[in-house]
């Protein structure tokens, strides 16, 4: 169970699985992971039903802050929200449905673990080995076909790219954007919307560029380098050959990248 | 440009037939650049027995070092001490091309342009490069260029003039990345094709090497050929003495089967990965292989 993840407004710390001393070593593993990821990030911490030690509570904001990370906001019972003032922190609410517990995800996937944002995990893990139920996709919305001298959407324009990326080349895009070939590895993909590459994708692929994390990528062989959706990013394993590429689709479910064979939307 | 090409294909139906045959120009020769971006991975080597594989053919062949500051196809092909002007002399007129031509002593049919030894690269304007390349392919049937390391300026140079590419690859993923990047920034209409050097069958088929198949994966270049790794390359390649001109040479007979390639031959690629021992081999390569 993680105790830190990265969302998209910032980092939450889940603090209801021991009292706060006991998991303030783990913290400060995590934070020291990777220090200069935390750098200006807000935190949002969510408790059980009793208060923290202040004691303990200042030790973490202490800790927090030699990692630049300002404190936002608690969550918890009634007992939190009178911390909360006392601790001049924003009270937030109960914490929400599914927190403090594992998140269920849906479709079979296997462990998927901490999304500690930035930290280098393991896309393999993140990989669903069977699905037992579709992914249910929102109904896309209709393609009609451009009248004359009509210019293309202006909002999100997707951008076609036909033939193989090479090392060293790179697409950034405003909209969507689809490749009709691979994108090997030293390659990069940067997209505000989605990310389509009907091939292999070796290379570097940030779909959601802006912060939308409800952006997905898509490949014949998803085989990333290194894998971002919003503010999510994901690493490939070292050293190692998938032999039979099956394509899939990776998006962000309960805050974390999570692979899984690709079904067509019936 | 459009206006040229529209000229350059009409022009056929309104030549008189007698003239074309009086002026009888040959047909231009194809420059070709032999590049792969990572440094030592067998470029120059390449060029040396391509060339000299071309002109035993027959053909005739220039071979062009565009390695200013570094230049070393010169001593491959053992002619060192022959060479007296080099292709900066020629672009700045201070001596004519066919003095600074140096005659391979083995097939005659093959000429050297050095590369300046004591120059840099960026002394080399592009646009000079390219009607320099452009004259050479009127006098032989393949220009073949050296291309220096890297993605700089000589590698530019190097790539202006040539219509196709070779690109020199060894089994190992950086030479592959490099060669990966080089092919993307070729210019449009090049048109590229592979050589995978140094290839060990042995480490391939143990798994430790990349193979072919798997540098294919990347790439996805028509494959030249496929060079083994043998002792004899540097033997050769410090004696100055191109393998292809070596008869019962593997990695002679390898380099003739590209050039037959390269020449359009239908000839059928070498599979390395084919195990040469018995079924008891075999069988631990397969187990091998699955792990």
Redesign the interface.
Known sequence: MPIVRGTRNGLEFDLFAAPLAELLPEIREKLAASPEFYHGASAVFSFGDAAPGDGAFDQLLTLLAEYRIQGAGVRGGPAIAEFAARASLAYLGPVAKGGGKVHHLSHGARSVDADFAGARADLARRRLRAVREPVTEAAPSPVRPAKDGEPASEAAPTRLQRG??????AIRQRGSIVVLG?V???AELVATGDIVVVG?L?GIAHAGAQGDASACVFALDLSPTQLRIGPHIAAAPEGERRRNPAPELARVEDGRIVIAPYTPPR | MADQHAAAAVQPEHMEPAQTQAEAPRTTGTAIVITSGKGGVGKTTSTANIGAALAARGRSVCLVDADVGLRNLDVVLGLENRVQHHFLDVIEQKCALEDALVQDKRVPSMVLLPAAQTREKDDVRTEDMAALIEDLRKRYDYVLIDSPAGIEMGFKNAVVGAQRAIVVTTPEVSAVRDADRVVGLLPKGIEAQLIVNRLRPQLVRRGKMLSVAQVDEILRLPLLGVIPDEPEVVIATNRGEPLSLKEGSTTGEAYRRAVARLEGEPVEIEDYSAEPGGLLSRLAAWIGGRR
Do not use: H
């Not at chain 1, 193989?164 to 080349?169: A, F, H, I, M, S």
């Open positions: 193989t990326l090479r090392g060293g080349q691979d090997n590895p030293g292999s070796r």
